[in-house]
């Protein structure tokens, strides 16, 4: 009895430790620490930074070689996600008003290589809504897009041979509240199509198909009704199941998937739903298995506590598992990336610890996970580039599992979601990243790439000296300080690299040079 007395002492004692204990290591290496071109699918990363409020709207959409390096950005580009176009353009969401997340973008834009807006789309529609930071009233417009932005015949927001976005083709993005007089439901999705002159020409609203049948796990609307809210959207594309003659899978056909467990297809002809996964689990084994895999990790796995989903979409058409359906899994205590087939709802290729080689008992195991955001991007060779979102790391992985480029963010800044917060931590958080071919970007040189090999642990070492204190330190001896007068003007932050500065005393980023000894 007192052994297990002690034991339960022990347990408390651990749940209870103060907020300012940290499991995690506070100084990490940045930009790209594994590097193998034989390997990789080279060319250009485009990343979309988490950062809120007005200072993520000037902080722009940065695009790095293989090599780490900081080649351009976009100013004054909210991203998420951020669609690089043929020749160097950038689709993106905009934020106007002097508020929102990156959720939350009113204002939807076309972007040359220099930043300047050639086309754009918002809501004919107004509404008044309060500045939180103020209280004063403005005017923001209907559409809020978020999560997914797209441009026909691309289909995943991502490269895939011959599916080059047409400069003419229709748009499509996720919305909030596309018309005045409908009640604003956070969680209720709405998609919304338009050409290339502006006009809406097709909206759906899950709203419309609103049953049990879609309810998932007791989530509800204010207003009561089950939460349909999506985190990713895209049209399904030329695919094998329809050239099967299987018309649930019809190219402009839209695949949509609610937070956690529900995926479903939603014809464009009729609205309806066409395709469904979840949130029922249990019909027949073979589902049983997969929904494992979709349900939510927990400690155990294929636990059911209410992982998040983000970027489900349709491998496209000329890529390594075209057809199949591909999703990160947020989980609730490691996260997975899962390739299905969506016909017979076999897993066909999935990335988390245990298929990296870690036993499940293992505490490891559990190390690859982002409770948000977060995405996956299947390359033309195979390879698969997945977003690790909220520790900012991007990696690109074989069909092997084998990691053969990894690169962390070095941009750190202010979260800036919650004013209320007191000491916020600095946060490198990516949303989405994507991998694009050098040649969408023809005003760049593509550079020369050199293989990184990760310094060996036991040698990673900061220079310290023993005389002075901390603060007292020099750059080339320990990590720069964020220099607190910048915070507010991120854009010069992030258009300085590193690698250039004429003053290595003055360096931008959270950055370092690190010595062994």
């Not at 073979?286 to 294929?302: M, T, V």
Request: proline share 9%.
């Amino acid at each position: 009895m007192k052994k297990l007395s002690w034991l339960v002492w022990s347990a408390l004692a651990f749940l209870c430790l103060p907020a300012g204990v940290e499991a995690a290591p506070t100084v990490f290496p940045t930009g790209t620490t594994i590097y193998k071109p034989e390997k990789c699918w080279n060319g250009w990363t485009v990343l979309s930074n988490v950062v809120a409020g007005e200072k993520r709207q000037h902080r722009g959409v940065p695009l790095y070689s293989m090599n780490g390096d900081l080649m351009h950005v976009w100013k004054n580009a909210a991203g998420f996600p951020p669609t690089v176009l043929p020749g160097g353009k950038l689709l993106t969401g905009m934020q106007t008003a002097p508020f929102g997340r990156g959720i939350q973008n009113d204002k939807v834009v076309e972007m040359d290589f220099d930043g300047n807006i050639v086309w754009s789309v918002e809501s004919p529609y107004k509404e008044t809504r309060t500045d939180p930071a103020t209280g004063k009233e403005v005017q923001v417009s209907t559409w809020l897009q978020h999560h997914n932005l797209v441009r026909w015949p691309q289909t995943a927001g991502y490269y895939a041979p011959g599916s080059d976005p047409d400069p003419d083709g229709d748009t499509m993005f996720g919305a909030y509240a596309p018309e005045p007089g409908k009640p604003r439901l956070f969680n209720m999705e709405n998609v919304v199509i338009v050409d290339h002159d502006g006009k809406v020409k097709w909206r759906w609203s899950a709203e419309d198909v609103v049953s049990e049948e879609l309810s998932t796990r007791g989530r509800k609307n204010p207003d009561g009704t089950p939460s349909l809210g999506g985190n990713s959207m895209g049209w399904l594309g030329p695919n094998p199941w329809y050239d099967k003659g299987d018309a649930r899978f019809h190219p402009k056909n839209i695949l949509m998937n609610n937070y956690n467990d529900l995926l479903y297809i939603i014809d464009h002809e009729t609205g309806k739903v066409v395709w469904q996964l979840g949130p029922d689990y249990s019909r027949y084994p073979q589902l049983q298995k997969l929904g494992l895999h979709i349900n939510g990790p927990s400690w155990s796995f294929g636990g059911q506590n209410g992982g998040m989903i983000h970027n489900v979409h349709m491998i496209p058409k000329g890529l390594p598992g075209a057809g199949n359906i591909l999703l990160f899994n947020n989980g609730g205590n490691y996260s997975l990336v899962t390739e299905f087939n969506p016909v017979t709802m076999q897993v066909v290729w999935e990335y988390y610890g245990r298929a990296i080689g870690y036993a499940e008992s293992h505490s490891l195991a559990h190390y690859f996970f982002s409770p948000a955001i977060s995405n996956a991007q299947r390359l033309p060779n195979g390879n698969t580039l997945i977003t690790e979102g909220d520790g900012g790391r991007v990696f690109e992985v074989t069909p092997d599992c084998e990691t053969v480029w990894e690169f962390i963010n070095p941009d750190y800044s202010w979260p800036g979601l919650d004013s209320s917060i007191k000491n916020p931590r600095m946060t490198n958080m990516v949303y989405r990243a994507y991998r694009i071919p050098y040649e969408y970007v023809p005003q760049l040189k593509v550079p020369d790439q050199h293989p990184v090999v990760p310094t060996d642990n036991a040698e990673f070492r900061i220079a310290a000296s023993r005389d002075v204190t901390p603060y007292d330190r020099k750059a080339q001896d320990v990590v720069k300080p964020f220099p607190a007068q910048h915070l507010g003007d991120a854009a010069d932050l992030l258009t300085q690299n590193p690698r250039d500065a004429e003053d290595e005393d003055d360096m931008s980023y959270n950055t370092m040079e690190l010595k062994n000894y």
